[in-house]
């Protein structure tokens, strides 16, 4: 049992280009979400899941799409990356119930230059 | 949106030392969890705890719902217990119970 996967681990990206990030879950999750992480910001939230097929907007939406296509899996594209978008990206998992109780991937570092 | 209020930021402890980290919200929460990050980064589940008090070996939590608070004990602190420990919730208007806002974190460095 894996848990929460993320890939890749690093990546560095000039300004312009486009990237997707992957997050994959194995515990049979229904809702999924994408935070970036800044120095002393704690964690915001990007965009979320309730399900396969739905996405929806967080705390700070701007400048990146996400996809749930199958419910295992959580895409967060950039279209075209910023150096703003430098931070530490995680993905996180939940149940759908009483307690929706977050499990955490390991965490992208990305750098826009 | 719900605010989210950590305390102390900062704090440095000697190994065998207790202490009480705090976390408040603006609003009533029905969904509290603690999270410690390690030096790594990884972000590991410490409690569920929207009411009540739990432990877990030195770890305890306890969150006063009615006065919208809680608290973090450590006891008899060990240097693995270093790293960022964050508390988020998550509330009750319009059913977002699922999705957490955090705090900024303490900051906790425990030295040998």
């Known amino acids: 049992n894996a848990g929460v996967t993320q890939t890749p681990k690093f990546r560095v990206l000039k300004t312009g280009q486009s990237m997707t990030l992957l997050c994959a879950q194995d515990?049979?999750?229904?809702?999924m979400y994408w935070y970036r992480q800044d120095p002393g910001m704690g964690l915001r939230l990007i965009h979320y899941s309730v399900g396969e097929g739905t996405t929806a907007k967080g705390e700070v939406p701007d400048g990146y799409n996400v996809s749930r296509l199958k419910k295992q899996n959580f895409l967060l594209g950039l279209e075209s990356a910023a150096p703003s978008q430098t931070s530490v990206y995680f993905c996180a998992s939940s149940l759908q119930g009483a307690s929706y109780e977050q499990y955490f991937g390991p965490g992208t570092r990305l750098t826009v230059t | 949106g719900i605010q989210v209020e950590q305390s102390p930021p900062d704090l440095i402890l000697q190994e065998g030392a207790n202490s009480t980290l705090r976390c408040n919200f603006s609003?009533?929460?029905?969904?509290l969890q603690w999270f410690h990050q390690n030096p790594w980064g990884q972000l590991i589940n410490l409690f569920y705890i929207p009411s009540g008090t739990k432990q877990n070996g030195r770890l305890s939590a306890t969150t006063v719902a009615t006065e919208r608070y809680s608290l973090l004990y450590i006891s008899s602190s060990q240097t693995t217990d270093s790293g960022v420990y964050f508390c988020?919730?998550?509330?009750?208007?319009?059913?977002?119970?699922?999705?957490?806002?955090f705090g900024k974190g303490t900051l906790l460095t425990v030295n040998p």
């Open positions: 988020a919730g998550g509330g009750i208007s319009g059913g977002s119970n699922y999705k957490l806002t």
């Open positions: 515990m049979n999750h229904e809702y």
């Open positions: 609003d009533s929460v029905n969904n």
